[in-house]
T-cell receptor, first 115, second 110 residues
Framework: GAVVSQHPSWVICKSGTSVKIECRSLDFQATTMFWYRQFPKQSLMLMATSNEGSKATYEQGVEKDKFLINHASLTLSTLTVTSAHPEDSSFYIC???????????FGQGTRLTVV | SQELEQSPQSLIVQEGKNLTINCTSSKTLYGLYWYKQKYGEGLIFLMMLQKGGEEKSHEKITAKLDEKKQQSSLHITASQPSHAGIYLCGADNYGQNFVFGPGTRLSVLP
């Protein structure tokens, strides 16, 4: 199957700093990318959907000014957690799909710890 | 928006036993996906179902989608400790987004 690379796989940052997470589709052009967050013992929760070249659509309750998503090309989307706080510590995972009615491929996730 | 429910929430079985996990959608499913995950790790794609009545199998795992395309089941035959993990069903919301059920945590006792 297609490969989605997410980087970094884990990151520790100080409270108040910003962290950028990259999601790349390595062997296909992803028209749509999704960002999820997962807290312990909970399912993946969709944060936002981004289409290349347009603004991301955020789910209710997700602060767009805090979680900046940029989908500048068909192979790269970035999630920037701005002014991170300990409550932002979580597992973040991205997925990408080529088009409607195709499988979504997932990155391996990024474990963010804010201290 | 589309919502998925899963049952049971958690499951503990003895090795060698069969088990079934269910996924129910509030809307007709356009595409239903099953994934396995260990918390804090990536997702392992298991199967994708699209047609009403479709059934797919891979090794000891069988997934079915009902004719109305609102319910799916995942059946594991002769479970093994390697089957332990979190099973998530996911749905393609007509290309708008991709949502997941709450997950079923499976433990297999040796």
């Amino acid at each position: 199957g297609a490969v989605v690379s997410q980087h970094p796989s884990w990151v520790i940052c100080k409270s108040g700093t910003s962290v950028k997470i990259e999601c790349r589709s390595l062997d296909f052009q992803a028209t749509t990318m999704f960002w999820y967050r997962q807290f312990p013992k909970q399912s993946l929760m969709l944060m936002a959907t981004s289409n290349e070249g347009s603004k991301a659509t955020y789910e209710q309750g997700v602060e767009k000014d805090k979680f900046l998503i940029n989908h500048a090309s068909l192979t790269l989307s970035t999630l920037t957690v701005t002014s991170a706080h300990p409550e932002d510590s979580s597992f973040y995972i991205c997925s990408a799909k080529l088009q409607l009615n195709t499988e979504a491929f997932f990155g391996q996730g990024t474990r963010l710890t804010v201290v | 928006s589309q919502e998925l429910e899963q049952s049971p929430q958690s499951l503990i079985v003895q090795e060698g036993k069969n088990l079934t996990i269910n996924c129910t959608s509030s809307k007709t499913l356009y595409g239903l996906y099953w994934y396995k995950q260990k918390y804090g790790e990536g997702l392992i794609f298991l199967m994708m179902l699209q047609k009403g009545g479709e059934e797919k199998s891979h090794e000891k795992i069988t997934a079915k989608l009902d004719e109305k395309k609102q319910q799916s089941s995942l059946h594991i035959t002769a479970s093994q400790p390697s089957h332990a993990g979190i099973y998530l069903c996911g749905a393609d919301n007509y290309g708008q987004n991709f949502v997941f059920g709450p997950g079923t945590r499976l433990s297999v006792l040796p």
